[in-house]
């Protein structure tokens, strides 16, 4: 019994790693929030894992009440995390014991305790709109829009010049699958999936937005209501505080994770 | 620079041999805990158990106080350390299952020196072990009996003792006892003996022999087919007991040769001979465990979950020789060398003994449980067993067997997933071998229960998931030959077909069209797509007419209304109302156009889909209560509506299932209904209605057992602040204070009260869902009894070749439908019983009336044999009998007379007045 072999009162595997450094109100709020949390952060999604893979994993461990896509701040697309909020407490503890460090999109994802969302946490805090831990990565992510925002965007002028020519999007630049042995790309398999990170109807919280499913289309054509611009919740992106984004690093994963994700793969 | 290191080397070789002087003289509790806990950890068993035997005879008499401030205040020590020495011993020896020979040497070591140690150290285990039974807490009692029986190594214990003690847990067996309890016991027993046997053969094999006997009496008995396996072939009537049996036969014929336990005293010459005094101290003790009585059965009680009996890698018999050992995967290709490695593993696993994969499967089952919180730690232990030969199969096959438990796995079926994907990425032996358990358990599909089924299916497809979706498909090419057994292709492909359907939702459509070969893309679903009525661009098949559906332009209108965003949903309502101008839309077609409508705006994400749900529920809502005789058929038209939209994504359907329940837009037996729909019993052999239905049932039932909690809580709570305001009265207390104390018990009270209503609700959904339940299934299951009936005399004429083909292939898919259709019937019975026992009586006579035997053999199944289950709402957690336990209790009484106290006291509240509302709430507790 793991109890016995941990002499303090605190196990080590109940202490989250993980803490939201904008959180509003005392350590010992946060601590206790957490304590009491059916909320949890998920890291190290693919831009282009959709809510629907989310449910499916997630609803392994109990009833999910809701998801919520972690977006661009700037792109309002998927930018590789989100909260999942369980019904109960038990769930939410079963997901950071038996899902936590399983793949998703086959990438190992992580699921930590968060005190619980609010209405802004859904956008990265990245410079470039992202998240943080983008910003300042210099390997190739092909799952989370290729190199690190900063580097691409020093180094875009002369590497990736030629690149520009296949009409993707010049923000995110797609490259060789290096995974894939057939070298269908990644701008390829983003196609394939229907699901580009640029496209914006993607998963805002419709909570706050007053006038989230704008669909234009008409009665007859919905169809096309999937993939026409959803109008993103306009009150939320100028309430996020740009300025000293640099810094925070609330959203990167710790050097622990990253470590353990090398030794699995 | 060089001064001062070698000052800082000194400072450090000084402290160590400090500590080290104060380990031999006097350690701290702390330390002395860790020694007792960590024994046997590193190497080095000897030297340890040596250190640690004198520091525990020393600490034993040991009367100063405690001083370290972790444990200080929890352990009375005028007695000396006793009560600490003796707690962290027993706490060890229940949850640490590799070490039970480690602890018994240590009793016997330290009950040399202080020959009261032994004993009390067996009076405490008895006490325990009565505890652990009246609370079924049984894999504490399991780890106890099996402590007990193996101090008669060590002569603490009389062998003679040890066997009158296992006679007293083997007498539960038969008796008049229900099967569940019958069974626990019998385990219990057969669990101890790989540990005691072979001592008792020598000192008292009279004895032993007659335990063997009312053991065997018991399992030749006994019949057990609730929670088969498999419904037919070879062993498929072998469950675990008579797995365990089988096991144990062949260890006590075969000389009683077991390698896989540690017996460190053997080491120790003599230590028997200095124990018999203690023993003959003991003797005249009254409370000695061998007169030990088990506490006796109580409806109440919870007993044992059995894994399943799988006979994966290993014969399904013991006594009956060794079945087929090829393997079923070939090694993967490589050198020559790797393949004799690789075979080796192979043929190595027969070489186990029987008894040995019993003690495996032992350690396996506590590991499992009792490392749950930590998946790293869990896995780290199931590679550290004492076990001579390579047991990796032995692991598998017991995560496996509890994946597989029936009705319910003891902890949620992610975490067998998880641990044996661990397994895989940590040592590069398990691939291989989960591998082959796959490919086997593939090939029992068309026999297994489809329950089973199910999860394998869920295990199957999120373990590719996490390993690049790598199989050898190519292999089940054979299930497209049109000239295989019928039966079993059938079954395979709709395996197939569901691994494919779950791996789309773990993915996406074009990575499964990269990684399954071509021949099998026919079973690859389609991308899910909702399917809106009324578009235009909806593709028409052919055949059929052009016009578009029936209501278009109200359907247009109520679609552009809703995208606006403006209008309420009582202006919806009357806007359908309008469009109605002929009146020819039935209520369900405005349900439709409606769900569809609401849908639509929803498209964008799950979340949108639930706040257009949200801000439409009221016009849902008007539209099922203008019909108030018709309620429960308008809510069913929402479901259906709404599944209809989802046509093809089963996910989907799920989702919105659950959201409707959530927002209360359907009731929980709308569900029900929803099953029995004829368009998805058609479907029953695919996993996802039942899904739905677990789901609703689950959370009806998390419900009511959360309010019991919250309610026993109010109404601790409730008792405190009377006892306050007594003792207010008596003083001179100002009026405000009491009045303070008054109005916060009032607000408890009118909680409590508000609690015991939702749970009288929730109860009254929960019965209202089982009885529907079961009286569509014997209406579904008895009208597909009559149609096979039919079938079968159809089979005495002579059919031309095609309609011969139609004829089995219509036989072998109402096989497979049947087969999914009785297990799930099953799985509700054996999963709920606890909710559904209460009305057992009322159940058959208002629903099993004269029903078809087959139904009547279940249903009586369940009760005969009182499966009552450990449910666990929350299954994240370590499964504590306490809260399932006492919420069976509790639902009972609620049931029986709860209804009429609840009037009584929405009396009392409607009265007002505190007193007699105090009244009311004593009388409920």
């Known amino acids: 019994m793991a109890h016995l072999y941990s002499t303090s009162a605190v196990h080590r595997k109940d202490q989250s790693l993980y803490r939201d450094s904008k959180f509003d109100g005392s350590h010992e709020d946060q601590e206790s929030a957490l304590a009491r949390s059916t909320t949890l952060y998920v890291g190290n999604l693919s831009f282009f894992t959709t809510e629907e893979q989310i449910y499916e994993l997630f609803s392994r461990a109990g009833r999910v009440r809701r998801v919520i896509m972690g977006l661009d701040r700037i792109k309002k697309t998927p930018c590789g995390f989100c909260f999942v909020e369980y019904e109960d407490r038990a769930s939410a503890e079963a997901c950071v014991k038996y899902i936590n460090g399983t793949k998703l999109d086959e990438r190992i994802i992580r699921a930590d305790w968060d005190a619980g969302f609010k209405e802004g946490r859904q956008f990265g805090r990245g410079r470039h709109g992202g998240q943080v831990r983008d910003e300042h990565r210099s390997d190739y992510d092909a799952g989370r829009g290729g190199y690190g925002a900063k580097y691409r965007a020093e180094t875009q002028q002369n590497v990736f010049s030629s690149f520009d020519s296949t009409g993707a999007d010049s923000s995110i630049v797609f490259h060789g699958d290096k995974r894939k042995a057939n070298g269908s790309s990644d701008a390829d398999r983003a196609v394939k999936r229907q699901r580009t990170p640029p496209k914006t109807a993607s998963a805002a919280a419709p909570n706050t937005s007053s006038t989230s499913a704008a669909a234009t289309a008409e009665a007859g054509g919905t169809s096309d209501a999937t993939t026409t611009a959803t109008t993103a919740p306009s009150t939320t992106t100028t309430s996020v505080d740009v300025a000293g984004d640099d810094d925070d690093d609330d959203d990167e994963p710790t050097d622990r994770f990253r470590e353990q994700e090398d030794d699995y793969n | 620079g060089k001064m001062s290191r070698d000052s800082r080397v000194e400072s450090l070789v000084g402290s160590r041999k400090r500590r080290r002087e104060e380990r031999d003289e006097d350690i701290d509790e702390l330390e002395l805990r860790k020694l007792i806990i960590e024994i046997g950890d590193k190497t080095g068993l000897d030297r340890q158990l040596d250190a640690l035997h004198s520091a525990v005879a020393r600490a034993w008499d040991d009367t100063s106080p405690i001083t370290s401030d972790v444990l200080n205040g929890r352990y009375d020590t005028t007695n000396g350390r006793r009560s600490l020495v003796l707690d962290i011993l027993l706490r060890c020896v229940t949850s640490l299952t590799v070490k039970t020979g480690i602890y018994t040497t240590l009793v016997a070591l330290v009950s040399r020196d202080k020959p009261d140690f032994g004993r009390l150290v067996i009076e405490q285990a008895a006490k325990q072990l009565s505890v652990a039974m009246t ?284 641990v044996l994907g661990d397994l895989c990425r940590s040592d590069l032996k398990f691939p291989v071998i989960v591998a082959e358990a796959m490919e086997t358990l593939y090939e029992r599909v068309p026999t297994m229960d489809t329950v089973l089924v199910d999860r394998f299916v869920q295990f199957f497809s999120l373990h590719l998931a996490n390993f690049g979706f790598r199989w050898c498909w190519e292999d089940w090419t054979n299930i497209l030959d049109q000239d295989q057994d019928l039966r079993a292709c059938t079954a395979k492909k709709l395996f197939v077909c569901d691994v494919f359907s779950l791996m789309l939702r773990h993915s996406y459509r074009e990575r499964l069209l990269d990684v399954i070969p071509s021949v099998f893309h026919q079973f690859i679903p389609e991308q899910p797509r909702h399917h809106f009525k009324w578009e235009t661009r909806r593709v028409i098949r052919a055949g059929q007419t052009q016009d578009p559906p029936k209501f278009k332009s109200a359907a247009e209108s109520i679609y552009s209304k809703i995208a606006t965003g403006t209008f309420s949903g009582d202006e919806l309502t009357l806007e359908l109302d309008q469009q109605d101008h002929a009146g020819e839309m039935t209520d369900a077609d405005k349900i439709e156009i409606l769900m569809h409508c609401i849908m639509i705006n929803g498209i964008e994400t799950i979340s949108h889909q639930r706040k257009m749900l949200e801000k439409y529920k009221d016009a849902l809502d008007a539209m099922v209560e203008s019909q108030p005789a018709k309620e429960m058929e308008l809510r069913l038209a929402i479901v259906k509506a709404g599944c209809s939209f989802w046509e093809n994504s089963p996910q989907h359907k799920l989702v919105l299932i659950h959201q409707l329940l959530e927002l209360r837009i359907i009731e929980p037996v709308d569900v029900v209904h929803w099953i029995f729909v004829p368009s998805v019993v058609a479907y029953w052999e695919r996993g996802y209605s039942w899904e739905a239905l677990r789901m609703t049932v689950d959370a009806l039932c998390v419900e009511i057992m959360n309010t019991f909690k919250e309610s026993n809580n109010l109404a601790a709570k409730i008792e405190e602040l009377e006892n306050e305001r007594e003792k207010l009265d008596d003083g001179m207390t100002e009026t405000e204070k009491i009045q303070e104390v008054t109005h916060e018990l009032q607000k408890k009270k009118n909680q409590k009260r508000r609690a015991q209503r939702t749970i009288g609700d929730c109860t009254e959904h929960l019965k209202l869902m089982f009885f529907e339940l079961m009286r569509e299934f014997r209406k579904t299951l008895e009208a597909h009894y009559k149609k096979a009936d039919d079938l079968a005399s159809k089979k005495k004429e002579r059919l031309d070749p095609t309609s011969k083909r139609d004829f089995n292939r219509q036989r072998a898919k109402d096989y497979v439908w049947h087969k999914s259709a009785v297990s799930h019937f099953n799985e509700i019975g054996c999963k709920y019983l606890m909710f559904m026992y209460p009305w057992r009586k009322e159940l058959e006579e208002k629903v099993f009336q004269e029903a078809d035997d087959r139904i009547m053999t279940i249903f009586r199944g369940w009760f005969d044999h009182m499966c009552f289950r450990r449910w666990t709402p929350g299954k994240g957690f370590t499964p504590t009998n306490e809260t399932s336990n006492i919420c069976l209790e509790l639902f009972m009484e609620l049931v029986t007379n709860g209804l009429g106290e609840d009037e009584q006291e929405e009396k009392a509240g409607e009265n007002g007045t505190a007193e007699s509302g105090k009244d009311a709430m004593e009388a409920t507790e």
Request: hydrophobic letters at 35%; charged letters at 20%; a negative charge.
């Open chain 2, 135 to 418: 609370n079924c807490e049984w894999k504490k009692a399991d780890l106890l009996v099996r402590f007990c029986a193996d101090l008669c190594n060590t002569d603490v214990m009389s062998p003679t003792d040890v066997a009158n003690f296992l006679q007293a847990l083997a007498a539960e067996c038969g008796n008049g006892n229900p099967t569940q309890r019958c069974d626990t016991f019998c385990l219990l027993v057969l669990g101890a003996l790989p540990w005691c046997a072979r001592t008792l053969s020598e000192q008292c094999n009279k004895e032993l022999q007659s335990l063997l006997e009312t053991l065997k009496t018991y399992v030749s008995a006994r019949n057990c087919t609730v929670e088969r396996v498999y419904h037919s072939g070879q062993g498929s009537n072998a469950d675990w007991v008579a797995l365990v049996w089988s096991q144990i036969k062949n260890f006590v014929d075969s000389g009683f040769v077991v390698t896989s336990i540690l017996k460190p005293y053997n080491t120790y010459e003599g230590l028997c001979n200095a124990n018999e005094k203690v023993r003959n101290e003991a003797k005249t003790d009254d409370g000695h465990i061998s007169q030990f009585a088990p506490p006796p059965h109580r409806d109440t009680n919870i007993y044992m979950d059995k894994p399943a009996a799988l006979h994966l890698f290993y014969p399904w018999n013991d006594l009956e020789g060794q079945q087929d050992t090829k393997p079923l995967v070939s090694p993967p290709d490589g050198a020559e060398d790797k393949m004799a490695v690789e075979l080796n593993y192979f043929t190595d696993r027969m070489n186990v003994k029987p008894v040995d994969r019993l003690v495996g499967a032992l350690y396996i089952s506590d590991t499992l449980f009792h490392w749950n919180a930590s998946r790293e730690d869990c896995v780290k232990k199931l590679r550290l067993f004492p076990i001579k030969h390579n047991y990796e199969h032995m692991v598998v096959e017991g995560i496996l067997s509890h994946l597989f438990t029936l009705p319910q796995t003891p902890f949620l079926s992610m975490y067998y997933i998880s």
